[in-house]
């Protein structure tokens, strides 16, 4: 070892950083120590203080400063440096003042960490000083210097600094104007990113994948979906195509923008495909309302070795969530102990909300207690966990728990909304409206249109369905589909045709192609035994070109998903299915159930609407998980569109007589059938 000559040495050192191994860096240093006098030679100094500090042992880092007589700018620089990048950024700044009071000129490095340190810490009275230093020792003409200090009054909200600056910048490089661009995205102005991706281009700039990415975040956040499609066509002329981040930028861009096809256009064409491809894959199809795509993708990408990250994770539970796919959803559960990421705060608010929307709140509540740390997504995704099952008073128990004690969390937007339907959906009524009057004064949200949809909601299911429409008239903004939508549907529960017209006929002009608007007044119509009216409604959807989406029911036996429709007889087992059908109904009128023939919708015979209302493909769900799925196993069924009163009243019966749990999730919310009891307590 004697032969060790100090620059071996100092690669030993650099190898200890490169392998991030503490212990083999003691070692060198102390190595060092027995092969050389003190003091050491002053680049020995600098590079085990460049060690130390990236490796965040500022203590060492700091004395073994301390201990070289003859520190420089370097030797500082590499403290400085190292601080930033562990995130210590008040130290950073304290050894800045230091370095200054020692009489030591901050070089083209070091400023850019004292900028980033300001930026970070949000002091721009402190990045100001900075910059004045910068001026002085003539150091912001430095291209690196100056784009730091641009990015600092960008990131400290300094925008009119930041503009200044920018344009008095001698020379701008790519990396000034990707930070111009990326700034603006996040100021939220991504015209003046689209601009500056033109002027950037105009002086002869080249851009890299870092500006493309920019440039088509600026185009999703504006919904700019022509001018993405035309840098699209740019990145296939540069020869851009073939870059990973390139074409992951264009796989977001499109996915935002609501052409999940373009997306998928890109992924296919592909030839290299990193963590980030798959994950950006699998959001488009989240976003796009593809949730059994978004699953395929995220199995395809497991197929193909991909470790999954925390963020793709949490998309893929979001899917889950949107699917109801409780089994798959457990599965990406474990997955997340696995990779060991279910302590992230995200991934574990996601796991709490996959479990509250598909019905087992139980799991959602051991998640949700399970989770070392939770923020506001957290809590949110259990208050409206519960609010989906119409269990309001512990929806509003934890929105008290939220609110006060040691957790003290300030409501957002959200968090009211969920507070509000938790209300709507339990009955609450005096309840609701007192929070909704108080939401400004106590909480300083003003009511946005979810809330008010809320309250419309929440008097139309109580009954109260002619306030709600004079709540409607004084509301200080325009309706929207779901708040007439929700007086729609209030109508048809109560049975007020004349009030449910206007309902629809507002309806009609905000989304006149919506078959579902039409369906409802005319079941309404029909239910009040208007039957001229009922007819004329459909025969006006035909003239216009409107089509009735077909309703169907699904149910998860063995991995394996059976979908029916109403009066489906085309399963393979269906002689077991009427069997069951015919048992039950046999078993329910001995119990006194008697049809409600109003949900027949057709002008009928009453004879025949019994027969109608009893084939709807809930129940011939139900009854195929009955005879499929073992006895104690909660049945889960899920239907595409609103669940009618005579299944709800039908399957509260059976709960009863067959002593199970079945919960049923429709386009609206959650049922959960128990000894004849509904978790809704009949308001849905």
């Given at each position: 070892m004697t032969s060790l000559t100090p620059n071996s040495l100092a690669a030993l050192v650099e190898s200890a950083l490169s392998t991030r191994s503490s212990l083999l860096g003691r070692a060198v240093h102390a190595q060092i120590i027995k092969t050389l006098n003190n003091p050491l030679p002053s680049f020995l100094s600098n590079y085990?203080?460049?060690?130390?500090?990236?490796?965040?042992?500022?203590?060492?880092?700091?004395?073994?400063?301390?201990?070289?007589?003859?520190?420089?700018?370097?030797?500082?620089?590499?403290?400085?440096?190292?601080?930033?990048?562990?995130?210590?950024?008040?130290?950073?700044l304290l050894q800045f003042s230091n370095m200054l009071r020692e009489c030591i000129q901050p070089n083209d490095f070091t400023f850019p960490c004292a900028f980033k340190a300001s930026a970070s810490l949000r002091m721009p009275a402190i990045g100001k000083q900075v910059h004045a230093l910068a001026v002085k020792d003539g150091q912001i003409r430095d291209v690196f210097v100056g784009c730091s200090a641009f990015d600092m009054y960008s990131k400290t909200g300094l925008r009119d600094e930041a503009r200044i600056l920018f344009d008095e910048m001698p020379e701008k490089n790519i990396v000034t104007w990707n930070a111009y661009m990326s700034n603006a995205v996040l100021d939220g102005q991504p015209r003046n990113a689209v601009n500056a991706f033109i002027e950037f281009l105009r002086v002869g700039g080249e851009p890299d994948s870092i500006t493309f990415c920019a440039f088509l975040n600026a185009c999703s956040d504006a919904l700019y979906l022509e001018t993405g499609r035309q840098l699209h066509g740019f990145i296939i002329r540069r020869g851009f195509l073939a870059d990973v981040s390139a074409s992951n930028g264009l796989i977001d861009f499109y996915g935002k923008c609501r052409d999940v096809g373009s997306s998928e256009m890109v992924f296919d064409r592909m030839?290299?495909?990193?963590?980030?491809?798959?994950?950006?894959?699998?959001?488009?199809?989240?976003?796009?309302?593809?949730?059994?795509?978004?699953?395929?993708?995220?199995?395809?990408?497991?197929?193909?070795?991909?470790?999954?990250?925390?963020?793709?994770?949490?998309?893929?539970?979001?899917?889950?969530?949107?699917?109801?796919?409780?089994?798959?959803?457990?599965?990406?559960?474990?997955?997340?102990?696995?990779?060991?990421?279910?302590?992230?705060?995200?991934?574990g608010s996601a796991i709490v909300d996959m479990y509250g929307k598909c019905g087992s709140i139980h799991d959602a509540e051991q998640a949700f207690y399970e989770m070392p740390q939770r923020n506001l997504i957290t809590w949110n995704a259990m208050i409206g966990g519960y609010a989906h099952q119409g269990h309001a008073d512990m929806a509003l128990a934890f929105f008290q728990d939220m609110t006060s004690g040691s957790n003290d969390l300030v409501p957002n937007y959200v968090t009211l909304v969920c507070v509000l339907s938790a209300c709507s959906r339990a009955g609450a009524v005096e309840m609701g409206?007192?929070?909704?009057?108080?939401?400004?004064?106590?909480?300083?949200?003003?009511?946005?249109?979810?809330?008010?949809?809320?309250?419309?909601?929440?008097?139309?299911?109580?009954?109260?369905?002619?306030?709600?429409?004079?709540?409607?008239?004084?509301?200080?903004?325009?309706?929207?589909?779901?708040?007439?939508?929700?007086?729609?549907?209030?109508?048809?529960?109560?049975?007020?045709?004349?009030?449910?017209?206007?309902?629809?006929?507002?309806?009609?002009?905000?989304?006149?192609?919506?078959?579902?608007?039409?369906?409802?007044?005319?079941?309404?119509?029909?239910?009040?035994?208007?039957?001229?009216?009922?007819?004329?409604?459909?025969?006006?959807?035909?003239?216009?070109?409107?089509?009735?989406?077909?309703?169907?029911?699904?149910?998860?036996?063995?991995?394996?998903?059976?979908?029916?429709?109403?009066?489906?007889?085309?399963?393979?087992?269906?002689?077991?299915i009427q069997?069951?059908?015919?048992?039950?109904?046999?078993?329910?009128?001995?119990?006194?159930?008697?049809?409600?023939?109003?949900?027949?919708?057709?002008?009928?015979?009453?004879?025949?609407?019994?027969?109608?209302?009893?084939?709807?493909?809930?129940?011939?769900?139900?009854a195929y998980g009955l005879i499929t799925i073992p006895p104690g196993v909660p049945i889960r069924i899920t239907k595409n569109l609103r669940i009618c009163g005579d299944c709800h009243s039908a399957i509260k019966f059976i709960s009863g007589i067959v002593g199970r749990e079945i919960t049923v999730r429709d386009n609206n919310r959650f049922h959960r059938f128990r000894d004849g009891q509904c978790s809704c307590r009949d308001y849905w």
């Open positions: 085990l203080v460049n060690m130390y500090s990236k490796l965040d042992l500022p203590s060492s880092a700091q004395l073994v400063l301390s201990l070289n007589p003859s520190r420089s700018v370097v030797t500082w620089t590499a403290l400085i440096a190292g601080s930033v990048q562990n995130g210590r950024f008040a130290s950073a030839c290299q495909r990193n963590d980030v491809t798959w994950c950006s894959m699998v959001t488009a199809h989240v976003q796009n309302y593809e949730e059994e795509k978004a699953c395929m993708v995220f199995l395809q990408a497991r197929e193909e070795g991909v470790e999954p990250t925390d963020y793709m994770i949490s998309t893929v539970l979001s899917a889950c969530a949107g699917l109801s796919g409780l089994e798959l959803g457990r599965s990406v559960h474990a997955l997340a102990v696995k990779a060991c990421v279910e302590g992230n705060v995200f991934v409206l007192e929070i909704f009057e108080s939401m400004g004064a106590i909480f300083g949200i003003e009511p946005g249109v979810e809330h008010y949809a809320c309250i419309v909601d929440l008097l139309g299911r109580s009954g109260m369905v002619e306030r709600a429409y004079e709540f409607i008239k004084k509301m200080p903004i325009p309706p929207t589909i779901a708040i007439w939508g929700a007086l729609l549907g209030s109508c048809r529960m109560y049975g007020k045709p004349e009030l449910g017209k206007i309902a629809a006929d507002n309806l009609f002009e905000l989304d006149p192609k919506d078959s579902g608007n039409h369906v409802v007044l005319s079941n309404l119509f029909a239910a009040a035994g208007m039957w001229e009216e009922a007819t004329l409604v459909r025969k006006e959807m035909k003239n216009v070109g409107i089509k009735k989406g077909v309703g169907c029911s699904w149910i998860s036996v063995k991995n394996a998903v059976h979908v029916f429709q109403a009066k489906d007889t085309s399963h393979e087992r269906n002689s077991e069997a069951m059908l015919y048992k039950l109904r046999k078993e329910m009128k001995e119990a006194g159930y008697v049809p409600d023939t109003d949900f027949a919708l057709y002008d009928l015979e009453e004879e025949e609407k019994i027969s109608e209302v009893w084939y709807h493909s809930e129940k011939i769900a139900l």
